[in-house]
Structure formats: structure tokens, C-alpha cells
């Protein structure tokens, strides 16, 4: 009788294993396609810009779109992950992005692309925060927890290298148009994958909480209007109404927000008291820095490869893939330790090796060798990244009971996002000044100038994981997870 229990049971274990791998890899690939089309249509711009007939000054339109969107949508979806269920959620994140994507591909004007690429943003933030959540609810014991995790780190990390890679092929051999096409069957069979393999998630014991509306309507529009205000000055300057009504406006809405959670909401959309758990509150502060440094990186150094080393796109994204593979070795590793040692001593010395690589990566110049003076660097950037990504993702999560999962996914995600946006504005600013320093007023800057401002903003980058450094000193240790000293 024993061998027959034995042998019924062997294959509902093997099921369930299956089931385990398929929900790994569909959260896994959702949050893949969520970072690749943030860059993937970076290296196609100036085809897009030929095609629909887009001037220069309203190109950054098709890829602030979707970035002002994802940060403005982020912390509403991961709310409604918590609130409505994380597989219904997942699925209509899905479903949007599939279908914004195929709009995008067809589209025949600028306003049509512009468009779907805010529908495009509108399903990535839907489905970026459920992805952590399924992950958070399905994987429970701290060893599957911190490997899947790892798995889901490591391609958020890498997907961005990859879409560099990715576009300029797309663009190269086929058309920009599959950049966004290339999503559509991708996009089917994740929504089969999600809607046969994920759970409707844990049970809730009496009645649904209400949406915080007020909360929802102030938080979402303040961020909209903050990072569009970032992502336009580098157009119009700080100084201009186009940027400054913005800015303000955002800013006294997230007031509101803040005080509309405190004072007034019933069921607020962000219960303020996460912040009292420390592992939350520096895990996200840890992000804000290490993600503006990794994004920023992915832009100057493309800038590095293309201007100043005078790369092809095909090159370009062929230069990223040892730093891909930094990154997902990184988050396997810190999957390995961050169970035994907590996720602070994986982030201090994460950023330590991505600090160092910057320093090292900033010193390149117009006769700087791939093998010899970037292939070091972009390593050690990678690995520590990787770490970080994976500890982050950990320790942001840690401590939050089943139903707030969602909470704490859709706040680091849009930590993420802001620190992606502000990071690169302010570098950005560092570097064109430099630049304008180092070339004489009339003239096309040359390599040396060019090399100059870029390797500015990468010591910048560098000065960001230093900052994300001692955050992490914030972090509890093992095992202290809401507070306490470290």
C-alpha cells in the first residue's frame, strides 16, 4: 500500500514542479517584455523619425509615452493586483500590452504610435507590479523565494543590455516596426501560459477593500506630471513654463497624496506605515540609486560605443551581452547567499564592485580598446548589479504580509522607474555641459569632447551606487526584518 501511495504521489509532485517552472517563467517573461521595450525602440528612432515624418524635438514623445506612463500607473497596479487578483491582473496587463504593441506596429501615423505607446505603458504597469506579486505569493520558503527572484532580477537587469541588442538587429535587418510587432506572439502565449499555470492567488476572508480613488486619481497624475517634466527638460530647460507647471503640479499632487493617505483615505491605496518596516523603506531607497546608476550606464555607454568608438547598432548590442551576462550570473549568485547572510551584506558588496566598474568604465576614451579598457569594467558592473537587482527585489518584499505584496511590488517598481528618470536627466545635464566646455562654439563636438561628457556622466553614475552603498547600511540584517538595528 505504501508503494502505491508512493507512485500516485510521485506525479502530482512532478505536476506541481511543472506548474512551479511555468509560473517562473511566465513572470519571468512579462517583466522582460516590461524593461526590453523601455530601449528596444532607442535604436530605432531615427528610422521611426524617417517613416512617420517626426521632427527631432517631438522624437523623445514615442519613448516618453510609455516611460511617463509606467511610472505615473505603477503603484495604482500593484494596488490592483492586491485588491482584485493577481492572475485577472496579470492577465489584463498582458492583454493591453499585446494589443497596444500590435497597434504600434501598424500604426500609420506619429500620433497613432505615440498613443500606443502610452497603452503599451499602461499594460507594462499593470503587469510589472503582478509579476513580483505571483512570485511573492507562490514562492514561500526564503531558499525558492530568493531563487526565483534571482531568475526574475537577473532578466530585468539584463533585458535592458538585451533590447539595445535586440533593436538595432530588428532595425537593421527587418523594420522598426517589429520592434513593437515582435511582442504580439510573445504576447499570446504568455497569456496562455499565465491564465493555465498562475493561481487567483491567496484567499481574502471578508469583504473587499475599496480602491482609494482620491489616492489613486493624486498619485497618478503627480508622478505623470513630475517625470514628464524630467523627461522635457533636456528640450526646454528648467526654466520654462513647459517644465516648471509641470513639475510644481506634480509635486503639490503627490502632497496631496501623502496627506490623503495619512488623514483621510479608508482603505489607502499606500498605507504609510510600510515605511515603518526597514527593510522596505531602505531597499527601495537602495534602488532609487542603483537603478539610476545601471540605466544611466545603458545610455552613455550606447553613446560611448556609437559616437566616440563609432560602433554600428549590431555592434553596439553584441558589446552588451558580456554585461547581460554579468548581470544574470550576479542575480544566481546572490540567490545562493542572500537566504544565509540576509540581503545586506549581498547589496554592500554589489555596489561596491558597481562603483568600481564605473570608475574604471569613465575612464575610456576615443582610443579606448573594447577587450582591454571596457570588457573589465562591464563585468564587474554586471555581476554587481545583478546582485543588487536580486537582494533589492528581496529585501523590498520582506516583512509585508501576503495581501501587500502587490503594495510592495508596485513601490519598488516605480522607485525604479523614478530613479531610471531622474538619474539619467541629471547625468544627461553633467554630460552636455562638459561637452559644450571641451568643443569649440560652432563646431561638431569631436571624440575627445564627446568621450569627455560621457565619462562624466559615468563617474556620476558611479557617485549614484556610492550613495545606494551607504543606504545599504540601512538594511537589516538577517532575520530583522521590520526594524531594529541592523
Known amino acids: 500500500m505504501t508503494a502505491s501511495i508512493v507512485r500516485t504521489a510521485a506525479p502530482h509532485a512532478a505536476r506541481g514542479q511543472r506548474r512551479l517552472s511555468l509560473i517562473l517563467a511566465a513572470c519571468c517573461l512579462g517583466q522582460f517584455m516590461n524593461v526590453l521595450d523601455a530601449s528596444v525602440v532607442n535604436v530605432a528612432l531615427p ?7 517626426l521632427d527631432r524635438n517631438h522624437l523623445p514623445l514615442v519613448n516618453n509615452a510609455y516611460t511617463v506612463v509606467v511610472c505615473g500607473f505603477l503603484l495604482l497596479g500593484g494596488r490592483l493586483a492586491d485588491l482584485f487578483g493577481q492572475r485577472r491582473i496579470f492577465l ?21 504610435l505615440i498613443l500606443a505607446r502610452a497603452f503599451q505603458g499602461l499594460g507594462a504597469a499593470v503587469m510589472a507590479p503582478a509579476t513580483l506579486t505571483v512570485l511573492g505569493t507562490t514562492f514561500t520558503r526564503p531558499e525558492a523565494r530568493a531563487r526565483a527572484f534571482a531568475w526574475w532580477s537577473g532578466v530585468s537587469g539584463a533585458a535592458g543590455a538585451v533590447g539595445v541588442l535586440a533593436g538595432g ?11 513593437l510587432l515582435v511582442n504580439v506572439p510573445v504576447g499570446l502565449v504568455l497569456f496562455a501560459t499565465v491564465r ?43 526654466t520654462s513654463a513647459a517644465v516648471l507647471a509641470p513639475l510644481v503640479g506634480g509635486t503639490a499632487l503627490l502632497a496631496l497624496f501623502v496627506l490623503i493617505q495619512a488623514r483621510f483615505a479608508r482603505h489607502p491605496l499606500m498605507p504609510l506605515d510600510v ?38 547598432p549590431v555592434h553596439t548590442g553584441l558589446s552588451y551581452l558580456p554585461l547581460s551576462a554579468g548581470i544574470a550570473f550576479g542575480g544566481w549568485g546572490a540567490s545562493a547567499l542572500v537566504p544565509r547572510t540576509g ?34 569594467p562591464v563585468l564587474l558592473l554586471g555581476f554587481g548589479m545583478g546582485a543588487v537587482l536580486n537582494a533589492t527585489t528581496n529585501a523590498a518584499t520582506a516583512g509585508l504580509p501576503a495581501h501587500q505584496v502587490g503594495l510592495g511590488s508596485g513601490l519598488l517598481n516605480t522607485t525604479r522607474q523614478l530613479g531610471s528618470a531622474l538619474g539619467l536627466v541629471t547625468l544627461a545635464a553633467l554630460s552636455a555641459h562638459r561637452i559644450d566646455e571641451a568643443s569649440s562654439p560652432g563646431l561638431t563636438p ?31 540584517g538577517r532575520g530583522r526584518g521590520k526594524g531594529g538595528s541592523g
Open 275 to 312: 515605511f515603518r518596516i526597514r527593510s522596505v523603506a531602505a531597499a527601495n531607497l537602495v534602488a532609487f540609486f542603483g537603478v539610476a546608476a545601471l540605466f544611466s550606464t545603458f545610455y552613455f555607454f550606447t553613446l560611448l560605443l556609437q559616437q566616440v568608438l563609432g560602433y554600428s
Open 92 to 112: 489584463a496587463g498582458v492583454g493591453l500590452f499585446t494589443l497596444a504593441s500590435a497597434v504600434g506596429g501598424l500604426a500609420d501615423s506619429a500620433t497613432m
Open 196 to 238: 493555465w499555470a498562475v493561481p487567483r492567488g491567496p484567499h481574502r476572508d471578508g469583504p473587499r477593500p475599496r480602491l482609494d480613488v482620491p489616492g489613486a486619481v493624486t498619485v497618478t497624475l503627480g508622478l505623470m506630471a513630475v517625470v514628464w517634466a524630467v523627461a522635457e527638460e533636456h528640450t526646454y530647460g528648467w
Open 446 to 476: 569631436s571624440a575627445h569632447a564627446l568621450a569627455s561628457g560621457h565619462g562624466l556622466a559615468l563617474t556620476g553614475a558611479a557617485g549614484f551606487a556610492a550613495i545606494g552603498l551607504l543606504a545599504a547600511l540601512a538594511v537589516p
Open 47 to 53: 528610422a521611426i523619425a524617417g517613416d512617420l515624418h
Open 343 to 376: 540581503p545586506r551584506p549581498v547589496l554592500l558588496t554589489g555596489l561596491t564592485l558597481s562603483c568600481l566598474g564605473l570608475l574604471w568604465l569613465a575612464r575610456a576614451d576615443a582610443d579606448a580598446n573594447y577587450v582591454a579598457d571596457l570588457l573589465g
Open 169 to 179: 538587429a530588428i532595425t537593421e535587418w527587418l523594420s522598426w516596426r517589429w520592434t
